[in-house]
């Protein structure tokens, strides 16, 4: 399909961070529909908070987030694990019957053939028959099935996943990545976050090199070199939390920018190839500023 070639997410020199604490620092790229980008990098280096600004869970300190082309409730997002209260007295069942809160609201109920797309997504990703469970009853693997079933009912155009494949069984991992790619042969876009460098290298494509600042983006084959890996562990090492505060330029425009492209994903306007991004400098060409806190 064509789709491919059109434009999805765009980020304008991009800052997210927390209490104008930077962690991703002047990022611009644009990701067309259709591609499957690994994100990776060094532990803090930005991935997360990139998947939470794109997911609208983060609202820029700088720069602009633009997602173009998506319909209402067109983008799914998977957290990390560890964000689950496993606690919480639910049914495997609910939980992934929660996929289609788009289509029944806060407090509807589920149609007979909705209750037959639920048990149809956990018996695709091998979940037959747990229906009944407790959530907290499951492996870490079992559990990652079960969110992947509640992903297939959200049929999001651009899903947004973080470490899907951290800390579950190798055979789930295969079975989640062959998902990952029937969704991506449908033309959906796809960003995961992946630790395992092998993994990107037979599975992506596309990745996208973090170090709380831009290292690479493009072919896989072209961003994982061991040259600007090195780069990026050079840059995760000499991160400094006192280190002179990064001038971040709070034009109206851009602030104006950012928050009508978020108030447009949440009202589902959202969908935006990956020139390559340039370290060295922002999108305007400037020199970047040094990494460490942001100027009030």
Same mark, same amino acid.
């Given at each position: ?17 927390? /209490? ?6 002047? @990022? $611009? ?12 990098? =060094?532990? &803090? ?16 300190? #700088? ?9 209402? $409730?067109?983008?799914?997002?998977? !957290? ?10 639910? $049914? ?6 929660? &996929? ?10 589920? $149609? ?10 956990? /018996? ?15 492996? &870490? #693997? ?5 969110? *992947? ?12 996943? /973080? ?5 579950? /069984? ?10 990952? @790619? ?21 599975? *992506? !494509? %596309? ?6 600042? =831009?290292?690479? *983006?493009?072919? %896989? ?21 006192? +280190? ?27 969908? %935006? ?5 340039? +370290? ?17």
């Amino acid at each position: 399909m064509n789709d491919a070639v059109l434009p999805m997410i765009h980020l304008d020199n991009l800052t997210l961070g927390y /209490d104008r604490h930077p962690a991703v620092h002047h @990022l $611009s790229a644009e990701i067309p529909a259709g591609a499957l980008v690994a994100v990776v990098g =060094p532990n &803090g280096a930005g991935k997360s908070t990139l998947l939470k600004g794109l997911a609208g869970e983060l609202r820029p300190i #700088g720069g602009r987030i633009v997602l173009s082309g998506l319909p209402p $409730s067109g983008l799914a997002y998977l !957290p990390q694990r560890g964000e689950i209260d496993h606690s919480f007295p639910v $049914s495997v069942f609910d939980v992934v019957a929660m &996929g289609l809160w788009h289509e029944i609201g806060a407090f509807g109920g589920l $149609s007979r053939d909705q209750r037959a797309r639920v048990r149809a997504a956990l /018996d695709a990703v091998g979940m037959a028959g747990f229906e009944s469970r407790p959530i907290g009853s499951l492996s &870490g #693997g079992q559990l990652q099935r079960a969110r *992947f079933a509640r992903l297939m009912l959200q049929d999001a155009p651009l899903i947004l996943l /973080d470490e899907p494949f951290a800390a579950i /069984d190798s055979r789930t991992v295969e079975d989640l990545i062959r998902l990952i @790619l029937a969704w991506h042969a449908e033309g959906r876009t796809i960003l995961t976050v992946v630790h395992d460098l092998d993994q990107v290298r037979r599975h *992506f !494509p %596309t990745a996208l090199l973090l170090s709380r600042e =831009p290292v690479a *983006f493009g072919p %896989t084959v072209e961003v994982l070199t061991p040259e600007r890996l090195a780069r990026a562990r050079k840059l995760s090492e000499a991160f400094d939390e006192h +280190a002179p505060e990064c001038h971040i330029e709070a034009l109206p425009a851009v602030e104006i920018a950012a928050a009508a492209a978020l108030h447009a994903h949440a009202h589902g306007d959202g969908r %935006t190839v990956a020139p390559p991004l340039h +370290a060295g400098a922002d999108a305007h060409g400037h020199p970047r500023p040094r990494r460490g806190h942001l100027q009030h």
